[in-house]
């Protein structure tokens, strides 16, 4: 009777091949002596054929599903046949970067003001240095702008400002 | 030609080939229906199912890296469409159906005083089993469908779920304590 406890687990693991060789031969060498275990074996046998049994599906109806299948996924993939929420989350998303993109210039334009201010040109290329009025190329993910920024006397705040962008 | 793998299938999909997914659903319609016959218990049911599950299939074969297998990967997406549907559906019917997870056995009995012939038994039998399965609690029915019914391996049905083979190997060994017990009697008679 222990013994057949001991074996229930393997019985299940047995019925469905996810036994090894050893632990089978182990097995099988119990079943040939146990009545009682080999009822249990053909039991859960007899309940996975019953449980693979399923209803036929008529031809028609799987073309159908196929058919609306096929419209379904179609349209959830073509830009114009978009529905209402998934537009609303594309301006979202655009609205986002467009955030993102502004941001990162915002600091660019920070990072380039302060090593003008250092004089030592590492944020960008002076292209005019006459006077006290700078043009600063700066690499950035927004190229609609240009950047202008005002070299202040000593002591003064630079004055710094965009043209262009959407 | 060379038969197309499951994952060129899905490249193509991903690709927008049309014949590729109408390809793919052909393969694997039957073990869509299978698995969310025997979770959900109906035809009906089952083929709304398998449709939503393959619109999920369709829009999300770009995103198949290859993590897991198709075969996994397929399963994890119809099982949970199926289980989403279910307990849809179970908001409406808790009331009729009671407690899933404490199933009444003594109503999938036969009264002893029935003797019809062995082969009307048998069928009788394969019918009381089913619906023995059906009343399993989900969780155990679930791995019970992935591994019996479609013949997946325990470590397969881990990955689907998410959960470990050992945990998998627990939840079957005590699915089927509960369908032995439940169909018992039937098993004696049918012996006699």
């Known amino acids: 009777m222990s013994d057949c406890k001991k074996f229930a687990r393997a019985i299940s693991a047995f019925v469905d091949g996810q036994l090894d060789d050893r632990q089978t031969r182990g097995l099988e060498a119990h079943l040939a002596g146990c009545p009682s275990c080999r009822a249990v074996l053909e039991s859960w046998r007899a309940a ?46 655009r609205a986002v970067w467009k955030g993102a ?66 | 030609m060379a038969r197309a793998t499951d994952e060129e299938l899905l490249a193509a999909i991903a690709g927008r080939d049309n014949s590729a997914g109408r390809e793919f659903f052909l393969r694997h319609r039957q073990g869509a229906f299978r698995v969310a016959y025997r979770l959900l218990g109906n035809e009906a049911d089952a083929l709304d199912v398998v449709e939503e599950a393959f619109v999920k299939i369709m829009k999300a074969a770009a995103g198949f890296r290859g993590e897991a297998s198709v075969r996994t990967w397929f399963y994890r997406i119809v099982t949970n469409t199926a289980l989403d549907a279910r307990r849809r559906r179970s908001r409406f019917v808790t009331l009729e159906t009671g407690d899933e997870d404490a199933p009444g056995p003594k109503d999938l009995l036969p009264s002893r005083e029935e003797t019809p012939p062995a082969a009307a038994l048998r069928k009788e039998t394969a019918q009381k089993i089913r619906e023995a399965v059906a009343l399993l609690g989900e969780k155990h029915r679930t791995v019970f469908v992935l591994v019996v019914v479609e013949g997946l391996s325990y470590r397969e049905t881990a990955e689907v779920l998410g959960i470990s083979p050992g945990t998998v190997m627990s939840r079957l060994f005590y699915a089927r304590k509960y369908l032995q017990e439940s169909l018992r009697k039937y098993m004696e008679t049918d012996s006699e």
């Open chain 1, 48 to 93: 996975n054929e019953a449980a693979r049994d399923v209803p036929a599906v008529d031809e028609k109806h799987w073309e159908e599903i196929w058919q609306r299948v096929e419209k379904r996924s179609a349209g959830a993939q073509t830009p114009t046949t978009l529905r209402h929420s998934a537009v609303a989350a594309l301006s979202l998303w």
């Open chain 1, 101 to 166: 993109a502004v941001t990162a210039l915002a600091a660019s334009i920070l990072l380039a003001a302060y090593f003008l201010m250092r004089g030592d040109g590492a944020a960008g290329r002076p292209a005019s240095t006459g006077g006290r009025f700078e043009v600063v190329s700066i690499e950035v993910e927004a190229p609609d702008y240009d950047v202008f920024v005002m070299a202040p006397e000593e002591g003064e705040l630079p004055v710094i400002w965009l043209e262009g962008g959407a």
